[in-house]
């Protein structure tokens, strides 16, 4: 069965330091990669997304995640933190063309000015 | 705003009671899909439904069912609730099946069981 692992549990980072939050995925065909995000009070949507091609995707508000193949990750980089990206970050993977999108157990981020 | 509304945003009740969540997808998506969310269990898959029919199930408990409608609203029942069915209980929409691609969330349904 596909599993995902996010092992940071809680990240705590001041303004402006650099972001990795690592992800692990269990499942030995295609999948498609994912990471959600969710802000406090607020439901969870889509940062970036990986299906194939270029293994460095791009998401929105300045996040990067690299799928790494035969290390069988998708870590979420950012390279200067604001405030603002305080939020909950969920890793997800669907196995190709299922609809089970598994999520992984979430990495809570917090930012201090 | 995700387009996804669910109802009712809180919900208490008392152990052994039954509940109905409700979830209208996004105008146009097909697919709805369950999600629970507790502490200790993370994020998990319970069903997915499309155009009225099951397509995927995931860690559904047998007191638990589904179902999707002509009008493509789904409804989650709850039944012969235990405490540690108290949870987050999101829906969520997409336009397709298979290669999904981004779904689109509700803010969830908390519900606490006593």
């Known amino acids: 069965a596909q599993s995902v692992s996010q092992h940071n549990h809680h990240v705590i980072l001041s303004e402006a330091a650099s972001l990795e939050l690592g992800c692990n995925y269990s499942?030995?065909?295609?999948?498609?990669l994912f990471w959600y995000v969710q802000y406090p009070g607020q439901h969870l949507q889509l940062l970036l997304k990986?299906?194939?091609?270029?293994?460095l995707v791009k998401g929105i508000k300045g996040f990067e995640a690299e799928f790494i193949k035969s290390k069988f990750s998708f870590n979420l980089r950012k390279p200067s933190v604001q405030w603002s990206d305080t939020a909950e970050y969920f890793c997800?993977?669907?196995?190709?063309?299922?609809?089970?999108?598994?999520f992984g157990t979430g990495t809570r981020l917090q930012v201090f000015p | 705003d995700s387009g996804v509304t669910q109802t009712p945003k809180h919900l208490i009740t008392a152990t052994g009671q039954r509940v109905t969540l409700r979830c209208s997808p996004r105008?146009?998506?097909?697919?709805v899909y369950w999600y629970q969310q507790s502490l200790d269990q993370g994020l998990q898959f319970l069903i997915q439904?499309?155009?009225?029919?099951?397509?995927a199930k995931g860690n559904i408990l047998e007191r638990f069912s589904a179902q999707q409608f002509p009008d493509l609203h789904s409804e989650l029942n709850l039944s012969s609730l235990e405490l540690g069915d108290s949870a987050l209980y999101f829906c969520?929409?997409?336009?397709?099946?298979?290669?999904?691609?981004?779904?689109?969330f509700g803010e969830g349904s908390r519900l606490t069981v006593l």
């Open positions: 990986y299906f194939s091609g270029d293994p």
């Open positions: 105008s146009g998506d097909l697919s």
């Open positions: 997800a993977v669907t196995a190709y063309n299922t609809d089970k999108l598994i």
């Open positions: 969520a929409s997409s336009s397709r099946t298979g290669n999904t691609g981004e779904l689109f």
């Open positions: 499942y030995g065909g295609t999948v498609n």
């Open positions: 439904y499309y155009n009225g029919e099951e397509r």
